[in-house]
Structure formats: C-alpha cells, structure tokens
C-alpha cells in the first residue's frame, strides 16, 4: 500500500502478539479457576470401580443429598415437594442431564423416593455419582 509519494510503505498486516498475550494470560486463569468452580455440596459418596468422570460442561443438573437427609437442586436447599417442579422447569429449559450425588449415609428409602421425584419430573434417563475406591480398599 502506497501512502504518498515520499516512498513510505505501511504494513498491513495485523500484529497478533498483543492477542496471543492476552489469550495465554486468560488460559491461566481459567485453569486456576476452573478446579474451585467445580466444588459444590460435601457428601461422602459410595465408591465403586466402575466409575466414569461427571462432565464438565453446565449442560447437566445436580441434585445432592446430604448426610442430613436434605436435598438440593444444584446447591440450592429445595424440598422434596418442590424438588418435581423445579426439575420440570430446568429439565425442559435447554438443560439435559440430571446426576443424583448423594451421601453414603443416607437411608435408601429416601434415595428411592428422591429417584422416583426425578421420573415424575419426566426425566427418564440419569446419572449416579460416586467416586472411585481409594488404593488403600476403602
């Protein structure tokens, strides 16, 4: 590109340093970040060895169960009563998968009526979390 007569040449390419600064910057701490985001509710879940990793992606609802029998939708303490209607209205708004995280203290009975809650919610397919056994054989 000739901007004049003096013989001056500019350059049009576009000087990509500055992004890749930023990007390599933003990386890191998304890498930082990202372990503590995933933290939520405390359980001491069963194990078995059969286990695969929860996805990582916000496409998916946690319902939780303490060792207090107390259940939460995504963090947030929720009724058995309520628990149906608000997994109707996340289920159906765009988010798809359901996992049930529960404590390994916790009476079956209330993990069978818990499960039961999220089939009347209209969710036919869901997950169970646990955790892999230590080495130790715990």
Do not use: C, W
């Not at 013989?7 to 970040?33: A, C, H, W």
């Not at 169960?65 to 209205?89: C, I, M, W």
């Amino acid at each position: 590109m000739n901007a004049g007569g003096r013989g001056k040449r500019y350059s049009s390419d576009i000087n990509v340093t500055p992004f890749v600064d930023v990007m390599l910057v933003l990386l890191i701490i998304f890498m930082v970040t990202a372990p503590m985001m995933t933290e939520g509710l405390d359980v001491d879940l069963p194990r078995t060895k059969a286990v695969e990793a929860l996805p990582v992606d916000d496409d998916h609802i946690i319902v939780g169960v303490d060792p207090k029998g107390t259940v939460f939708l995504d963090e947030q303490s929720v009724s058995l009563e309520d628990l149906t209607d608000r997994l109707r209205g996340q289920a159906f708004s765009g988010r798809k998968e359901v996992f049930l995280r529960a404590d390994r203290t916790v009476p079956y009975g209330t993990i069978v009526d818990v499960m039961g809650r999220i089939r009347e919610a209209g969710i036919d397919r869901f997950g169970v979390v646990a955790e892999r056994p230590d080495e130790g054989g715990r």
